[in-house]
């Protein structure tokens, strides 16, 4: 009952909050902002499920601990860079899609991005939200092995940010091929980094036991990452946009960091 009541109010806080910016979406006309909610939203769900968890339990404070950090700088990052770029290009054309079948902006807003992201946020944080109920005084290998995978998922999705932010400030890159750095070794360091601090807190989650049920939540990050809103429209822009994109396919990983093919 205690982790069904945790659950029923973090839902009800993460439907008020999407209800909110998608209110917010109306006044601007632009639904882009969602991403950067996206992390921060999850942010706000492991902070309700840490004023619930038992005092002092410290897969509470390891999984809230790394989930703020994670979130803050993903959510700070892509707020700038929403204000600095403009709406996102992907968001502009479903919402126009939508209104070429008669949609207003404020329904499809509603039902292609707000309520359809606001279920997949609450699924991916579920190990944050029920393994801070766990009474345990102890972390058990499980936990330090998660927490070690997490904090390496952060540090390598920042260094991929940052590489591709630098890369992107130097007019003299425009129309070209970001391959050096992590970008030399995978196509999306920033996705790989984001799917191990997932399956890193899960981990922590695991180390408790009854959090091991909560394996949809970071099995469903790499499905979204790789096969709806992350990889294929980013790729599928860049090969229109990019004349080396296809031979930089051929040589690089597309997800996990491996050593570049020969051409």
Not at 51 to 77: E, F
Not at 170 to 186: E, I, S
């Amino acid at each position: 009952m205690i982790i069904a009541a945790l659950l029923v109010v973090n839902a009800i806080v993460t439907a008020l909050c999407f209800i909110a910016l998608w209110l917010i979406s109306l006044r601007l006309k632009d639904v882009s902002f969602i991403d950067a909610w996206w992390a921060l939203g999850l942010v706000v769900i492991a902070g309700v499920s840490f004023m619930n968890s038992p005092p002092g339990a410290p897969h509470a404070i390891l999984l809230t601990a790394l989930c703020t950090i994670w979130g803050l700088r993903l959510g700070g990052y892509l707020l700038w860079r929403w204000r600095q770029q403009g709406p996102d290009r992907r968001y502009v054309k479903i919402i126009a899609r939508a209104q070429e079948r008669g949609w207003s902006f404020a329904a499809a807003a509603f039902l292609f991005v707000f309520a359809l992201q606001a279920p997949l946020q609450f699924i991916v944080s579920l190990p944050v939200q029920i393994a801070q109920l766990s009474p345990s005084l102890e972390l058990g290998p499980f936990a330090w092995a998660g927490a070690a995978l997490a904090a390496a998922g952060i540090a390598f999705e920042s260094i991929g940010d940052w590489q591709l932010t630098t890369f992107r400030a130097n007019p003299a890159n425009k129309g070209k091929v970001l391959d050096t750095g992590l970008w030399r070794y995978t196509r999306h360091p920033n996705y790989f980094g984001d799917a191990c601090v997932w399956w890193g807190l899960w981990l922590i989650a695991a180390d408790t036991g009854f959090g091991a049920w909560t394996l949809p939540g970071p099995g469903l990050v790499p499905y979204l990452i790789t096969r709806l809103s992350g990889v294929p429209p980013v790729e599928n822009h860049l090969k229109r946009s990019r004349p080396d994109y296809d031979a930089y396919v051929a040589r690089t990983s597309g997800f996990i960091p491996l050593p570049p093919k020969r051409a």
